[in-house]
C-alpha cells in the first residue's frame, strides 16, 4: 500500500509550504523540520495535481504494507482495500521486469572472419629414376588477418612410395626456405621416417639445430603435405630436393667411380617465390 504526503502552500505568494499528514480523519500541521526521512518521496515519483498542491508518494515497503485502517470502514472493505493494494504492486513489478527485458541487448556470436586463400602449384617434368621423382609441388597461404597466416606445403611424385623407404641421410625430401632477403636458404624441412612414423623436422642451417617439429601426413600415396604458422613454414621462396639411394635402383649416373644419388630439383633452376602475405616478419623469424 501507498502513503502519500500532501504539499500544500498558503497561498501564491507565500514561499513557506507546510506538510498536511492525513490519519484516519485527523489533519494536523507539522513544521517541515520535523518531517522524517521516510516521509521524503523520491523525485520520479511526484505527481503534479492542479493548484499549488502537489502529490508526492512514496512506494510499498514492510511497513507500508500494514493497512491502519481509517474510522468507519468495515472488515470487508479493509480486505478489499488490501486486495487492491497487492494487484497494483503486482502489476508494477510485471511491468517493469517486462521493460528491462525489452530493453536488454541482444548478444549475438561475432562473425567468423573470411579466409582468403591463394594457391600456387608447379609441376615437373618425370626426369629421374627411382620412386621419389616429383611430380609436382604447390604451397597454400591461407590469410585470416595480418597476423594470423598459415602455410601448407605439398610434394606429388610419379609413383607410389612407402614411409618406410624414407629415412633421415639417404632417402629423404628436402625444402629449402629463403626466409629474408639474403642469398642462399637460411632454413631448411627434412622429411623423413623413423620407426615407420612420417616426419618433417624445420632445421637452422646456421646451426644445424632442429627449430620445430611440424606436422605433417600423407595426403594419397604419393604425395605428403606439410602444414604450419607463417613464423615456422614461411618463406620468401623456396625449392624442393629428393633424394634416393637404393643398391636395388640403377644409380644415376657415377662419379669417379662411384654411383651418384637419384635425386630432382623443383624448380630445376632458380627458386619458387611466395605472395609478400607468407613472408615472415622479422619478429618472426627464429634463429
Known sequence: MRSVVVMCARSSRSPLRRPITRTGSVHRLRPRAQLSTTDAAPPSLIVSTPGHCRREATPPDSAAMSFRRPKGTSMRKRRLHQRA?????CSAVS?????????????SPPPPSAERVTRTTT????????????AAVTHRIAVRGRSDVSVALAVRTYDRFRTAELNRHRRNF????????????????????RRGRLRADLISNATRERIARLSIRRSGPRSFRIRGPRRLTGARRYFVVSRYEDHATAPCGTVGGEPV???????????????????????????
Open 174 to 193: 628436402v625444402i629449402e626456405l629463403g626466409t629474408d632477403g639474403e642469398r642462399g636458404a637460411s632454413r631448411n624441412i627434412t622429411v623423413y621416417a
Open 85 to 89: 493494494a497487492a494487484l497494483t504492486l
Open 123 to 134: 609441376t615437373d617434368p618425370a626426369d629421374t629414376r627411382g620412386p621419389f621423382d616429383i
Open 261 to 287: 644419388t637419384c635425386g630432382d630439383h623443383v624448380p630445376e633452376r632458380g627458386w619458387l617465390r611466395m605472395d609478400r602475405p607468407a613472408w615472415p616478419l622479422p619478429s618472426e623469424r627464429p634463429a
Open 95 to 107: 511491468a517493469l521486469t517486462c521493460a528491462e527485458a525489452t530493453a536488454a541487448p541482444t548478444s
